[in-house]
Nanobody, 121 residues
């Protein structure tokens, strides 16, 4: 069964850090363009960050640029999202996605279940 599993969410104070992980099963991550998205309560899903299969290209939403870093370890079949200087407005459910395209970013059909990130002020 092809699926994505996220982990690493939690509750953190403003200014703190968290590192999310996304690990797929049923397919090899190294051949896939991957992205992170988030959905805050009462809002639509928004793009956060994307990474090409070779890590040679990354893209970020303006709201997280300079604070978040997307990376991947193809040997471990895992994609990461390092989140620093977290703000209360970063509170959301974060999900990873196997992208259809990366430039421009277009989400594919495969989503994980998401991991909750809560930033307290």
């Amino acid at each position: 069964q092809v699926q994505l599993v996220e982990s690493g969410g939690g509750v953190v104070q403003a200014g703190g850090s968290l590192k999310l992980s996304c690990r797929p099963s049923g397919f090899i991550l190294s051949f896939s363009k991957m992205g992170w998205f988030r959905q805050a309560p009462g809002k639509g899903r928004e793009f956060v960050a994307a990474i090409a299969w070779s890590s040679s290209y990354t893209q970020y939403a303006d709201s997280v640029l300079g604070r978040f870093t997307i990376s991947r370890d193809n040997a471990k079949n895992t994609v990461y999202l390092q989140m620093n200087s977290l703000k209360p407005e970063d509170t959301a459910v974060y999900s990873c996605n196997r992208l259809r395209t990366i430039n421009p970013v277009e989400a594919g059909d495969l989503w994980g279940q998401g991991t909750q990130v809560t930033v307290s002020s």
